[in-house]
């Protein structure tokens, strides 16, 4: 089997994202932002945000969940490729990260499409499949590794027959290939990518964007 391979980085990485993205002024301000904040390195890249917002505009999205929000650059971007009636649900539990999201959403004019849960999110989306089972369109996963399968599970039942979920760092900075790496989190990941690849509830592409994205699509 022919390989084709391409290191995306450095000034190759810029082209990308130039040419690739195109971000508003208030996205760049919060990546610059997040940039220099302990942990900054979660945050997604801008060529990732720009595939997401191409996906959700395809699936005609208008409800959204999100699972993991950090400092709010993935919600803006989705909330920004919404239409004016368009919701997402963001699920985490850091008011001092998710301060710094509500000041840019508010900047940004998107803060009224965008629903902020501070809770644990398996509490989240358990309340949420109480009434509103099958409803949602596009899931994003980008949380604690080790609860990756239940955050799924219930996404999944959340969704529309056609809706999609993108699960984000399913390469590990590619650690799920070294066997010397025994982590909770690593281990978390590989056990992930190794069940979903077998689940035929769903269609699977592993996208080698960033940290790895997972694509599922709900049949």
């Not at 760049?28 to 390195?41: E, F, S, Y």
């Not at 399968?149 to 984000?168: Q, S």
């Not at 760092?169 to 069940?195: E, K, M, Q, S």
Request: proline share 2%.
């Amino acid at each position: 089997m022919k390989r084709s391979e391409i290191s995306i980085q450095g000034r190759l990485f810029d082209y990308v994202v130039r040419h690739g993205s195109r971000e508003t002024a208030v996205q760049k301000q919060l990546r610059a932002v997040t940039r220099r904040i302990p942990m900054g390195g979660m945050q997604i890249g801008a060529d990732q945000a720009a595939l997401m917002q191409v996906l959700v505009k395809m699936l005609g999205a208008r409800r959204c969940i999100e699972i993991g929000t950090f400092t709010g650059y993935s919600a803006l971007a989705v909330a920004l490729a919404l239409p004016a009636d368009g919701r997402i649900v963001c699920c985490d539990v850091s008011d001092e990260w998710t301060s710094i999201a509500r000041r840019f959403w508010k900047r940004a004019g998107v803060e009224r499409k965008i629903v902020l849960k501070l809770a644990p999110a398996l509490a989240t989306l358990d309340e949420l499949l109480k009434r509103e089972k099958g409803r949602f369109d596009f899931a994003f996963i980008d949380a604690d590794k080790a609860n990756y399968p239940g955050y799924f599970e219930r996404c999944l039942k959340l969704l529309r027959r056609g809706g999609l979920i993108a699960v984000d760092n399913t390469l590990w900075h590619g650690r799920v290939l070294d066997a010397r790496v025994r982590d909770a989190d690593t281990r978390a990941i590989r056990a992930f990518n190794r069940r979903l690849i077998r689940d035929r509830r769903v269609d699977v592409a592993l996208v080698a964007i960033g940290d790895g994205v997972t694509l599922a699509l709900k049949r």
